[in-house]
Nanobody
Framework: QVLLVESGGGLVQAGGSLRLACAAS????????MGWFRQAPGKEREFVAT???????TYADSVKGRFTISRDNAKNTVYLQMNSLEPEDTAVYYC????????????????WGQGTQVTVSS
């Protein structure tokens, strides 16, 4: 029903920056909030940031002040600008769509992309 494809991941040194993008297609009329989560090996999927259809945002405390989420509704695309990256940010980053206005729990997202790897070296 909704397909999402992430891009922009890669290898970066600590203190560097990356910009992730997630393009959605399909029945996107039913989606409202969009969000970014991340998952490191052996760990649970972790909330990073979410943005409502009207641009309201919420961030995890661990990324507040460093990451910025944005969206372009005309392009059905959500972005994550990541600055001042730390080794602790290393994970596979996933984007998702939710019918809620804003959502910070993984179970609120019925659709997910396949993920993009972000690796931050010391």
């Amino acid at each position: 029903q909704v397909l999402l494809v992430e891009s922009g991941g890669g290898l970066v040194q600590a203190g560097g920056s990356l910009r992730l993008a997630c393009a959605a297609s399909g029945r996107t009329f039913s989606s409202y909030a969009m969000g970014w989560f991340r998952q490191a090996p052996g760990k649970e999927r972790e909330f990073v940031a979410t943005i409502s259809r009207n641009g309201g945002t919420t961030y995890a405390d661990s990324v507040k002040g460093r990451f910025t989420i944005s969206r372009d509704n005309a392009k059905n695309t959500v972005y994550l600008q990541m600055n001042s990256l730390e080794p602790e940010d290393t994970a596979v980053y996933y984007c998702g769509t939710s019918p809620a206005r804003i959502a910070i729990r993984a179970y609120e997202y019925p659709y997910w992309g396949q993920g993009t790897q972000v690796t931050v070296s010391s």
